[in-house]
């Protein structure tokens, strides 16, 4: 028997614990890994992207075809001016300041409204920052309006970070209106990215479709914007963007990694005192907030119900989640080679941060591998991968 066995045979007891005490201990769970996750959404605050374009360049067609959630159509539209809508949906962690009027004669008073606006997102808080903006300009356009040129000028001042998106684009390679707008903004930005947004059929003369054009670009898009961010943004960032996108699953993988090492150094904080075995169960609401992160990362809301069930089935224990904190602890140390023998019974610091690491890891590989599949991401697939890659 070894010394893991030893100390969880002797914990048997707490599974017997009368059904009030589970209850208030649930509760309790509930609550602890509530305020985790919670402390953690405030170290990593919504992104917010300020996009601008004439008006029918694409701009809420490109908005759904980057974020999950159909953002542009399904999103709650928040009118702040006449010019400036605030689009946010619940459980996207995005916020997504869609602005027209750039098409209009006198664009003077919208240009103030918008720079006024990112003013006053500068007074409130670092997390209500804007600071990237999409500055789209159709590719068909084939020109460059004063107004388009004036505002990046403007956005650039006001310590945006400016993408110019070509839209609509049908010609990649060699694209000559490419090579005007990267002239014409030289001065403002270089970061100039081409998109299509949706996919198109080319006709011949006889109106048969010759081939087809697909959705391209978006990657290029996607990781522009996350390099652009500032770091406290890139994780939901990476939260908001369809996992469609072959970018997007590397930032998402990325951010997974963000939220790991957040509640690994939460966990040595825990044991930097050892803590004895016996109350080993102190990481496990830690560690489900932990699973609860990177299960948003991948656009998978797993809430508190559900947290406890993946848990246990990645460690090979069963029973109410509140009352197998320590079995999951040990199931854990089954996945940390060496970490088997507790030396004198007590957890340090580094074993806690091993089996939260350990956790994670795993975890976050059988969501990338669902998604490398091409399958979709929901509870039991997520429970079934992580029990192939941990056979009890
Ligand atoms: N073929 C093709 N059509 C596109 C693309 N992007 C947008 N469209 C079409 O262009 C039209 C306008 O797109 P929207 O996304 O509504 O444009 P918008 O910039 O949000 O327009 P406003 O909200 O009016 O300012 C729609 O019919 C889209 O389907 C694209 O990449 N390729
Ligand atoms: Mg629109």
Redesign the pocket.
């Known amino acids: 028997m070894s010394d893991v066995d030893a100390v969880s045979g002797a914990d048997d007891a707490d599974l017997v614990a009368g059904h009030e005490d589970q209850t208030a201990a649930a509760a309790a769970f509930v609550a602890q890994v509530t305020e985790y996750v919670l402390d953690f959404d405030k170290g990593h605050p919504h992104a917010n992207i300020l996009i601008a ?1 004439k ?8 908005i759904n075809t980057v974020f999950r959630g159909d953002m542009a159509e399904t999103g709650i539209g928040r009118p702040v001016t006449q010019a400036i809508d605030e689009i946010t949906k619940a459980d996207v962690p995005l916020t997504i300041i869609d602005t ?1 009027g750039l098409e209009l004669a006198d664009f003077t008073p919208i240009r103030t409204d918008i720079l006024n606006y990112i003013e006053a997102r500068k007074g409130e808080d670092a997390k209500t920052y804007v600071h990237v903006a999409w500055l ?1 300009i159709s590719d068909s356009s084939a020109r460059i309006e004063d107004a388009e040129l004036d505002l990046a000028k403007a956005l650039k001042d006001a310590g945006l970070q400016v993408i110019v998106v070509l ?2 684009v049908s010609r990649f390679k060699d694209n000559p209106f490419e090579a005007v707008v990267r002239e014409q903004f030289r001065d403002i930005t270089s970061d100039i990215v081409l ?4 996919s ?1 059929n080319i006709y011949d003369d006889e109106d048969n479709v010759t081939s087809r054009q697909e959705v391209r670009g978006i990657d290029q898009l996607l990781n522009l914007s996350y390099i652009r961010l500032p770091e406290a943004q890139k994780y939901s960032f990476a939260n908001s963007a369809s996992i469609s996108h072959k970018k997007a699953q590397e930032i998402k993988r990325n951010e997974s990694e963000t939220a790991i090492n957040y509640f690994c150094t939460a966990a040595f904080a825990i044991g930097a005192a050892p803590i004895p075995f016996s109350d080993a169960a102190l990481l496990a609401p830690l560690q489900a907030g932990m699973i609860i992160k990177i299960s948003d990362v991948y656009g998978m809301d797993i809430g508190l119900n559900n947290v406890g069930q993946v848990m246990t089935s990645m460690v090979g224990v069963s029973g109410a989640i509140s009352m197998v904190g320590k079995q999951i602890v040990t199931g854990a140390m089954k996945l940390v080679p060496g970490a088997g023998s507790l030396v004198g019974g007590t957890i340090s610091g580094t074993t806690a941060a091993g089996l939260t690491k350990a956790l994670g890891s795993q975890y976050a590989s059988a969501l990338s591998e669902i998604n490398d599949k091409g399958k979709e991401l929901t509870i039991d697939a997520a429970i079934a991968a992580v029990r192939k890659r941990i056979p009890f």
């Open positions: 374009g008006t029918g360049v694409g701009k809420s067609t490109l027209k789209c839209t609509k998109v299509r947004a949706l198109q």
